[in-house]
């Protein structure tokens, strides 16, 4: 049976509130609310009230009740609000029969329809009992930790109150197809839990008129309608009354042949409302005989109905948030492992929280690099292939659907293990990114009964009526190629979850840039080397070497004067040799150890090095101007000081003014501060700039301005480096130098550095 051999779609058509009809367990009648009088009755009233339907029409409602009932009918229509539907007037006494009867009533614009139906005295919700029974049911839903376990316990309550030998409680997602989501039945029925059926089982009339009823009975199924008459009176101009809120209206055909299909022979629904719309029913059922509930044993149903409705939303977002929690908890878990592992792989994959554990999904796909890893059940690498081709054709880093096979037809070879997915990708550059993939919804349903039982097909003619398991079959062809939804907080899972990922990726992309810097200074830094083991170091080994040849050739031929001379010559050449090895040892220090930031006075600090510079030499003759402005950071305080003395004593040295000035300040308008140190010395000529931080590199002769081996300057951009800072100079010839740098303290260890 396919849905070709069942047409419902008359169902969606049909007005079931329009059928002219009622239930024959009361009486209903139809009035001119101005004056009462009667325009329309079932036809059922004599049995009921003592006086035919015919005699009633055209008379007063003072035919059937004493002027103290009517007295106080009117009273409750001028103060109850009869729009929104059928409330409970009074109870009044029949003039014909002396019998007491329930009296509803509900306003149709300008009609007022009464309804009779007789009392059951024995029941009283007013009893202490009932009120118990209520209090305990509400501290049970109380205790319920989940949403399933909140209707499990409604079920349950409502079954044992009623004595109906099956209470289920439906569910309807976005697509208006319903599941059986709680049963509480007697043993020896056939389970429905896990049922799931089409939207056309529960038409869009009748979830209107759910909608608008707190409670809907039908004590027999094999009832006998009880029209209205007159079929078309008079005075209401061709108009069907609007039976939408009657308790009493008659059922569809449709509804009552499912319901005897089912085995049922009565039935009690009450509809659950969540914010306004829909969300499910419960379902009452028995399946033995008839089964009429009296009014007095509805109301506490129906209370506790409109009570689960309103608590229901509590526990739907209590099992909504609890998954979310879950949710933001293994993103925090997975964000952490991707920042102390190596591979992405190895962090969303090999761990006991991976991305399989996280989303409700059945199997993931990792695209790295263009590596396919597989987690769970998964379509094949050739089959997830086509679908990454596919995917990146997708609007969008973040993708999701339900309906894979209808959105993209080469997946209904595989629909039964994805028909649903949710991707991202890292980058619209490649196809890297990941796809987690959810079954056909029917591979995931578990009905307590028995699915693959053969459907009983029940022909009436041409018609083919619906029973529960041509319902599921119904269902499964409809869902064909269809996934459970994504939740939203699974979708913001996703999104949030691609944001750590390329966070990771642009502050590993940095890491890398950062470490491809260093490289290449060190390559720079082992060229110097190189230079200064090969040319630097070996001029004081030469001199060493050719002088000591001399002295060997030379002796007892020279005077011993001349060979202190030379033996002088030599240890001068070792002392600069020495300096030099001394000075590469420093240089090498610089960059090895970690940064000690702490707060520091650069003011104090400029002004301590000054002091150290004048102690070594009294009589320098400088002007030192400090700014007082210069602030206070965070730095290391000992390289920032080897900084400061290199720069200083290098604006003393090449210095051959009368009167040397040196200026140390900052511009604090930029960020970072820009730090100076400003002379009025000798300046260097523009096509020798680019040399000045060469290691070793000297300007002038090793015997002018006081000598050096060239390593000041470099030394200084070394610290600067280190800090993540800059060096830069503006030099004129004759007219003084200043140095520029910055200090931005570059807080990447060397462990990270590595890893």
């Known amino acids: 049976m396919t849905a070709k051999n069942v047409d419902l779609s008359n169902c969606d058509r049909e007005q079931i509130h329009l059928v002219n009809a009622i239930q024959p367990h009361g009486v209903l009648l139809v009035l001119n609310e101005s004056t009462l009088s009667i325009i329309q009755v079932s036809a059922n009233t004599e049995s009921f009230l003592g006086l035919s339907s015919e005699a009633m029409i055209g008379q007063t409602i003072d035919c059937l009740l004493d002027n103290e009932n009517v007295a106080a009918l009117r009273s409750q229509l001028a103060t109850k609000n009869l729009a929104d539907g059928f409330a409970h007037l009074l109870t009044v006494s029949c003039v014909h029969t002396n019998e007491r009867f329930h009296l509803f009533g509900n306003r149709i614009d300008d009609l007022l329809l009464l309804e009779f139906e007789r009392p059951n005295d024995t029941e009283r919700f007013s009893d202490t009992n009932q009120f118990l029974r209520l209090n305990n049911t509400i501290q049970q839903l109380r205790g319920s930790t989940s949403l399933l376990q909140f209707i499990?316990?409604?079920?349950?309550?409502?079954?044992?109150?009623?004595?109906?030998?099956?209470?289920?409680?439906?569910?309807?997602?976005t697509d208006g197809c319903g599941e059986v989501v709680a049963e509480s039945k007697s043993p020896e029925l056939e389970a429905y839990l896990g049922l799931h059926y089409p939207a056309s089982d529960i038409p869009a009339p009748a979830r209107r008129l759910f909608m608008l009823s707190p409670l809907r009975h039908l004590p027999n199924v094999d009832y006998l309608p009880v029209p209205l008459i007159p079929e078309n009176p008079p005075l209401l101009n061709g108009r069907t009354v609007d039976l939408s809120y009657s308790f009493l209206r008659s059922v569809s055909v449709m509804y009552s042949g499912y319901l005897r299909n089912m085995g049922a022979k009565a039935t009690m629904v009450l509809p659950l409302i969540k914010d306004g719309e829909l969300w499910g029913l419960i379902s009452c059922l028995h399946h033995s005989t008839p089964k009429y509930m009296p009014y007095e044993s509805r109301i506490p149903v129906e209370f506790l109905a409109q009570i689960m409705s309103q608590m229901m939303n509590d526990r739907e977002k209590m099992d909504y948030y609890g998954y979310r929690s879950q949710l933001d908890q293994t993103l925090h878990q997975l964000a952490a492992a991707l920042e102390r592992t190596k591979t992405f792989e190895q962090a969303l994959v090999s761990g006991k929280v991976n991305l399989l554990t996280t989303i409700d999904a059945q199997g993931v796909a990792l695209i790295i690099n263009g590596k396919l890893t597989l987690l769970g059940k998964t379509p094949t690498e050739q089959q997830i292939g086509l679908l990454v081709v596919w995917l990146a054709q997708q609007d969008g880093l973040i993708f999701s659907t339900r309906r894979l096979p209808h959105d993209f037809p080469l997946a209904q070879t595989f629909k039964v293990i994805a028909s649903g997915v949710l991707s991202i990708r890292f980058s619209l550059a490649n196809s890297d990114g990941i796809i987690w993939f959810r079954p056909e919804a029917q591979q995931e349903v578990s009905w307590a009964g028995n699915p693959n039982k053969p459907v009983e097909v029940i022909e009436e003619g041409q018609e083919i009526r619906l029973s529960p398991r041509t319902s599921f079959a119904l269902w499964k062809e409809y869902s064909s190629g269809q996934s459970r939804f994504w939740l939203t907080c699974e979708l913001e899972y996703?999104?949030?979850?691609?944001?750590?990922?390329?966070?990771?990726?642009?502050?590993?992309?940095?890491?890398?840039?950062?470490?491809?810097?260093?490289?290449?200074?060190?390559?720079?830094?082992?060229?110097?080397?190189?230079?200064?083991?090969?040319?630097?170091?070996?001029?004081?080994?030469?001199?060493?070497?050719?002088?000591?040849?001399?002295?060997?050739?030379?002796?007892?031929?020279?005077?011993?004067?001349?060979?202190?001379?030379?033996?002088?010559?030599?240890?001068?050449?070792?002392?600069?040799?020495?300096?030099?090895?001394e000075s590469l040892l420093k240089y090498s220090r610089i960059g090895l150890s970690e940064l000690d930031l702490q707060s520091t006075h650069i003011g104090n600090l400029v002004s301590q090095s000054i002091d150290v510079l004048k102690q070594a030499n009294p009589e320098m003759g400088v002007t030192f101007t400090i700014q007082p402005t210069l602030p206070v950071i965070d730095c290391d305080r000992m390289r920032v000081e080897i900084i400061f003395h290199n720069l200083i004593l290098n604006a003393i040295k090449y210095n051959d003014k009368a009167e040397k000035t040196v200026e140390i300040g900052c511009n604090t308008s930029v960020n970072p501060v820009e730090f100076y140190v400003r002379d009025n010395g000798i300046g260097i000529p523009i096509h020798y700039q680019e040399h000045v931080f060469q290691l070793f590199r000297r300007l002038h002769g090793s015997d002018e301005f006081g000598g050096g081996n060239g390593t000041g300057l470099t030394t200084a951009q070394k610290a600067i480096k280190r800090h993540g800072g800059r060096i830069w100079m503006e030099s004129s010839e004759n007219v003084g130098t200043t140095f520029y740098f910055t200090l931005a303290p570059d807080l990447i260890s060397k462990k990270e550095m590595i890893r």
């Open 152 to 173: 499990g316990v409604v079920v349950d309550q409502i079954r044992d109150w009623t004595g109906f030998e099956r209470v289920m409680a439906y569910r309807f997602d």
């Open 494 to 581: 996703a999104k949030q979850l691609r944001q750590v990922i390329s966070d990771i990726m642009v502050n590993r992309t940095s890491l890398l840039t950062q470490i491809n810097a260093e490289l290449e200074r060190s390559n720079a830094e082992l060229e110097a080397f190189a230079y200064v083991a090969s040319h630097d170091l070996k001029e004081p080994l030469r001199g060493i070497h050719n002088f000591a040849e001399l002295i060997k050739l030379e002796n007892n031929v020279h005077s011993p004067e001349k060979r202190l001379r030379r033996i002088e010559t030599i240890l001068s050449l070792t002392n600069r040799m020495d300096s030099l090895l």
